[in-house]
T-cell receptor
Framework: EDQVTQSPEALRLQEGESSSLNCSYT??????LFWYRQDPGKGPEFLFT???AGEEKEKERLKATLTKKESFLHITAPKPEDSATYLC???????????FGSGTRLLVRP | DAGVIQSPRHEVTEMGQEVTLRCKPI?????LFWYRQTMMRGLELLIY????????DSGMPEDRFSAKMPNASFSTLKIQPSEPRDSAVYFC????????????FGPGTRLTVL
């Protein structure tokens, strides 16, 4: 059964304190791994898609990496506006379904 | 470019009433998805349309739930009769192609059934 587990559930950082969020997955043939950001009261906002082990993508202070079993979302020198819930999802090969993890709630304090 | 549009943003209703949620996908996208988000179960796919045709409705929890897509720019999710356990945030998402493209989400409808 395809499954996604995110850790930690919640993370508090001081502004400027870099850290990483983890997304572990099991899937029958990975087509893509997706990272979304969700702010309170809003829909998930697309950040990255990773397709194969070793791939990396960056956007501002965020960098996503992928291995055969997990993905990391690295946050470098975060700012309070990076506070949000970060969702990871996998899509199996030849599938349209996104299987979501439960998310990591990130709070960055000034 | 306008993103996915959903209405209403908030809906409060009483148990037993009919509820209709609406979605306008991004223009040019031919795949549409309805999701439900709760604290207990996270984001779950309810139904998937491709070119206005329902492809997979296995996530629809009960016969009380139904969804339609009469044309490429409009979809509805209906709950009749509604129950308190249906309280959740319902998201619509669209993509260029269901199999190969990123899904973009709307702002959601927060449903409260009293």
């Amino acid at each position: 059964e395809d499954q996604v587990t995110q850790s930690p559930e919640a993370l508090r950082l001081q502004e400027g304190e870099s850290s990483s969020l983890n997304c572990s997955y099991t899937v029958s043939g990975l087509r893509g791994l997706f990272w979304y950001r969700q702010d309170p009261g809003k829909g998930p906002e697309f950040l990255f898609t990773l397709y194969s082990a070793g791939e990396e993508k960056e956007k501002e202070r965020l960098k996503a990496t992928l291995t055969k079993k997990e993905s990391f979302l690295h946050i470098t020198a975060p700012k309070p506006e990076d506070s949000a819930t970060y969702l990871c999802a996998v899509q199996a090969a030849s599938s349209y379904k996104l299987i979501f993890g439960s998310g990591t709630r990130l709070l960055v304090r000034p | 470019d306008a993103g996915v549009i959903q209405s209403p943003r908030h809906e409060v209703t009483e148990m037993g009433q009919e509820v209709t949620l609406r979605c306008k996908p991004i223009s040019g996208h031919n795949s549409l998805f309805w999701y439900r988000q709760t604290m207990m179960r996270g984001l779950e796919l309810l139904i998937y349309f491709n070119n206005n045709v329902p492809i997979d409705d296995s996530g629809m929890p009960e016969d009380r739930f139904s969804a339609k897509m009469p044309n490429a720019s409009f979809s509805t999710l209906k709950i009749q009769p509604s129950e308190p356990r249906d309280s959740a945030v319902y998201f619509c998402a669209s993509s260029l192609s269901g199999h190969t493209d990123t899904q973009y989400f709307g702002p959601g409808t927060r449903l409260t059934v009293l």
